[in-house]
T-cell receptor, first 111, second 111 residues
Framework: DTEVTQTPKHLVMGMTNKKSLKCEQH?????MYWYKQKAKKPPELMFV???????INESVPSRFSPECPNSSLLNLHLHALQPEDSALYLC??????????FGPGTRLTVL | GQQVMQIPQYQHVQEGEDFTTYCNSS?????IQWYKQRPGGHPVFLIQ?????EVKKQKRLTFQFGEAKKNSSLHITATQTTDVGTYFC???????????FGAGTTVTVRA
């Protein structure tokens, strides 16, 4: 299985809602990532998990809370988001510094 | 921090013609990766270059890593409509999972 899956594909939420994005991979990759991508821009790194431990947090606001329950799963918990947080949220996985495999993303709209 | 500069930002190509996108860094890179993102899609890993002067080919795509490991190029011959999308180069700072993306080259093809 060489696929990274993400759910949901689309999400619309209000600024007071709490929601979660989910990501799963079964390639045995030990590094997993969350990226945010705005239109016509490159992916912007948010978090990196290595061996299920948070290794990089790119100064992301606390309204974004990552979680890595096990080596195959990665969650991103969302709370009290702002309209400017609307974007494509991409999950990726890799084996150390080799190529990263991206999921299809969750297109998030914050009203 | 390390920045990867990519040019051109846009490339409008006649079907059947060749084009090249370039990636440059002010610092020596440990490796460089290339990704393709189709409109509405997610980044897809194409290749990783590691060695100085390395050249790799994938059908009509030729990837090159400079001798000083500070620049890279992607050359596409006989462009087809399937080549439409945004091509990103990306590089790893040493001993870090963080991937730094170039701004991307968005390619459109005139039939």
């Amino acid at each position: 299985d060489t696929e990274v899956t993400q759910t949901p594909k689309h999400l619309v939420m209000g600024m007071t809602n709490k929601k979660s994005l989910k990501c799963e991979q079964h390639m045995g990759h030990r590094a997993m990532y969350w990226y945010k991508q705005k239109a016509k821009k490159p992916p912007e790194l948010m978090f990196v998990y290595s061996y299920e431990k948070l290794s990089i947090n790119e100064s992301v606001p606390s309204r974004f809370s990552p979680e890595c329950p096990n080596s195959s799963l990665l969650n991103l918990h969302l709370h009290a988001l702002q309209p400017e947080d609307s974007a494509l949220y991409l999950c990726a996985s890799s084996q150390f510094d080799t190529g990263q495999f991206f999921g299809p993303g969750t297109r998030l709209t914050v009203l | 921090g390390q920045q990867v500069m990519q040019i051109p930002q846009y490339q409008h190509v006649q079907e059947g013609e060749d084009f090249t996108t370039y990636c440059n860094s002010s610092t020596t890179l440990s490796n460089i990766q290339w990704y393709k993102q189709r409109p509405g899609g997610h980044p897809v890993f194409l290749i990783q270059l590691v060695k100085s002067g390395e050249v790799k080919k994938q059908k009509r795509l030729t990837f090159q890593f400079g001798e000083a490991k500070k620049n890279s190029s992607l050359h596409i011959t006989a462009t087809q409509t399937t080549d439409v999308g945004t091509y990103f180069c990306a590089a790893h700072p040493n001993n870090d999972y963080k991937l730094s993306f170039g701004a991307g080259t968005t390619v459109t093809v005139r039939a």
